[in-house]
């Protein structure tokens, strides 16, 4: 069975730093492109970032660019968002997604969600 | 600017066929294939159409997709109470390089 399960929300002040972690299980994590998405408090989806499955390739949305890195271990199934200089925009729960086949096709897997909240 | 737009909400009745609209333009959905998800209150979405019509194992045939143009849609027929929720297109995006999700549209059964 395919989990993923994110960690590593919390409180942070703006301008303060939070790293998230997903961890893999169920499937060959090394084989598949793997995403970030957010949800604001009561809003619509975003998506956040992209890194392809060797880390070869990386995409960010434009609104974290330069903020957040995006990275994976693949010996330790595990996928990262490093967020730096966090603004109170940044508040959301924050899923991991999975590549469905490939790039193209979809996330058909999501985790259950960690909640960032940037606050004073 | 890249957007995709979709109604914020939509309805019908049990057994009914609805539509959901998702609109963009050529630099997303004329590019690209469309992906639609399905979100439970209180719950991480869930893909249900892929590659504009395509859907996962598991996901029933009532659900259905299409694309046009620089425009998609989903379609639900023989609508359950359990399909209230939200829905959200999402396509790539070739001016922004990154990954565009509709609005969303919330869909309640009457």
């Known amino acids: 069975e395919v989990q993923l399960v994110e960690s590593g929300g919390g409180l942070v002040q703006p301008g303060g730093s939070l790293r998230l972690s997903c961890a893999a299980s169920?499937?060959?994590?090394?084989?598949?492109?793997m995403n970030w998405v957010r949800q604001a408090p009561g809003k619509g989806l975003e998506w956040v970032s992209y890194?392809?499955?060797?880390?070869?390739?990386?995409y960010y949305a434009d609104s974290v660019k330069g903020r957040f890195t995006i990275s994976r271990d693949n010996a330790k199934n595990s996928l990262y968002l490093q967020m730096n200089s966090l603004r109170a925009e940044d508040t959301a729960v924050y899923y991991c997604?999975?590549?469905?086949?490939?790039?193209?096709?979809?996330?058909?897997?999501w985790g259950q969600g960690t909640l960032v909240t940037v606050s004073s | 600017q890249s957007v995709l737009t979709q109604p914020p909400s939509a309805s019908g009745t049990p057994g009914q066929r609805v539509t959901i609209s998702c609109s963009g333009s050529?630099?997303?959905?004329?590019?690209?294939?469309v992906n639609w998800y399905q979100q439970l209150p209180g719950t991480a979405p869930k893909l249900l159409i892929y590659?504009?019509?395509q859907r996962p194992s598991g996901v029933p045939d009532r659900f259905s997709g299409s694309k046009s143009g620089t425009s998609a849609s989903l379609a639900i027929s023989g609508l359950q109470s359990e399909d209230e929720a939200d829905y959200y297109c999402?396509?790539?995006?070739?001016?922004?390089?990154?990954?565009?999700f509709g609005g969303g549209t919330k869909l309640t059964v009457l």
């Open positions: 169920g499937f060959t994590f090394s084989g598949y492109g």
């Open positions: 999402a396509a790539w995006d070739d001016s922004l390089n990154g990954l565009l």
């Open positions: 890194i392809s499955s060797t880390g070869s390739t990386i």
């Open positions: 050529s630099s997303n959905i004329g590019s690209h294939t």
């Open positions: 590659g504009n019509g």
């Open positions: 997604a999975r590549d469905n086949y490939d790039f193209w096709s979809g996330y058909r897997y």
